[in-house]
T-cell receptor
Framework: ETGVTQSPTHLIKTRGQQVTLRCSSQ?????VSWYQQALGQGPQFIFQ???????GRGNFPPRFSGLQFPNYSSELNVNALELDDSALYLC???????????FGSGTRLTVV | QQQVKQSPQSLIVQKGGISIINCAYE??????FPWYQQFPGKGPALLIA?????SEKKEGRFTISFNKSAKQFSLHIMDSQPGDSATYFC???????????FGQGTELSVKP
């Protein structure tokens, strides 16, 4: 299977709730990154996983956490949702150093 | 020092014209400079990328010009077409496969 698949495509949550976003990468893509894209802005790096270990994190609080699984899928979890968490969340995967990233179409999260 | 500044914020070009988008960076350790194209409801897609040891790279109608001393790089879209109408993001990273720092984006509209 080619490409990066994200689910769900859209999600509405209430402030204070928790959410899990999912990403399925191509086979062999052992590096996955998550980005947050607010409306009208460029994507902001949240964190990166390599072979199931976090190996880089952006300026996001600990309530943003992630997991990467051996089957090249990954999750982004956000606890205690705030209104400002409303954004498009993008997953991007890569075979590793020296290769570029392929982005998914994202999950549009709305917090009300 | 981690910022990438992009201009203009929006651009209107006639069909067949040249679209030019500019970016400036601060961190001289950046080693990889990609450009992404994003359509509404989709994730960013890699258009073309350059490393700092090259001053220009061309792929079809898309050209990156890179000025290492000025810490600037630009995207030129030749013979712009209505189908090129999208948001364009420049980015920079310390290495290909690493964390991407994105510019703020340029919304391009090509008029028929």
């Amino acid at each position: 299977e080619t490409g990066v698949t994200q689910s769900p495509t859209h999600l509405i949550k209430t402030r204070g709730q928790q959410v899990t976003l999912r990403c399925s990468s191509q086979s062999g893509h052992n590096t996955v990154s998550w980005y947050q894209q607010a409306l009208g802005q460029g994507p902001q790096f949240i964190f990166q996983y390599y072979r199931e270990e976090e190996n880089g994190r952006g300026n996001f609080p600990p309530r943003f956490s992630g997991l990467q699984f051996p089957n090249y899928s990954s999750e982004l979890n956000v606890n205690a949702l705030e209104l400002d968490d409303s954004a498009l969340y993008l997953c991007a995967s890569s075979p590793g150093q020296g290769y570029g990233y392929t982005f998914g179409s994202g999950t549009r999260l709305t917090v009300v | 020092q981690q910022q990438v500044k992009q201009s203009p914020q929006s651009l209107i070009v006639q069909k067949g014209g040249i679209s030019i988008i500019n970016c400036a960076y601060e961190n001289t350790a950046f080693d990889y400079f990609p450009w992404y194209q994003q359509f509404p409801g989709k994730g960013p897609a890699l258009l073309i990328a350059i490393r700092p040891d090259v001053s220009e790279k061309k792929e079809g109608r898309f050209t990156i010009s890179f000025n290492k001393s000025a810490k600037q790089f630009s995207l030129h879209i030749m013979d712009s077409q209505p189908g090129d109408s999208a948001t364009y993001f420049c980015a920079a990273s310390l290495n290909q496969g690493g964390k991407l720092i994105f510019g703020q984006g340029t919304e391009l509209s090509v008029k028929p």
